[in-house]
Nanobody, 122 residues
Framework: QVQLAESGGGLVQAGGSLTLACEAS????????IAWFRHVPGKEREYVAA????????YYADSVKGRFIISKDGAKRTVYLQMDSLKPEDTGLYYC???????????????WGQGTQVTVSS
């Protein structure tokens, strides 16, 4: 089973940028979708963005569209989440996970890592 590991979080001021990385322990199947979610205590994990491993098609939640970019480097087995124009409401523990298709529900995903904390100060 392919496991994922997140990195790149940190503290940034509103309007700033961060790039997160999600490294896979092995090569994902071509049908795999890798997604980023974020979690704030007391709330459900929120879908942020996803990418199809086979063709690189990308999908975004409305809340991040135009500000975040998801991409992949197949040789490094890594998916990136470039986050620009960050807002305090983007604060959360960011996870990546994989699924056999595109879903926005976190329950359809597996291979969760430990997450990486993103804190945006106002």
């Amino acid at each position: 089973q392919v496991q994922l590991a997140e990195s790149g979080g940190g503290l940034v001021q509103a309007g700033g940028s961060l790039t997160l990385a999600c490294e896979a322990s092995g090569r994902p199947y071509s049908s795999t979708v890798i997604a980023w979610f974020r979690h704030v205590p007391g709330k459900e994990r929120e879908y942020v963005a996803a990418i199809r491993w086979s063709n690189g098609y990308t999908y975004y939640a409305d809340s991040v569209k135009g500000r975040f970019i998801i991409s992949k480097d197949g040789a490094k087995r890594t998916v990136y989440l470039q986050m620009d124009s960050l807002k305090p409401e983007d604060t959360g523990l960011y996870y990546c996970a994989r699924a056999g298709g595109l879903y926005t529900s976190s329950y359809r995903y597996t291979g969760w890592g430990q997450g990486t904390q993103v804190t945006v100060s106002s």
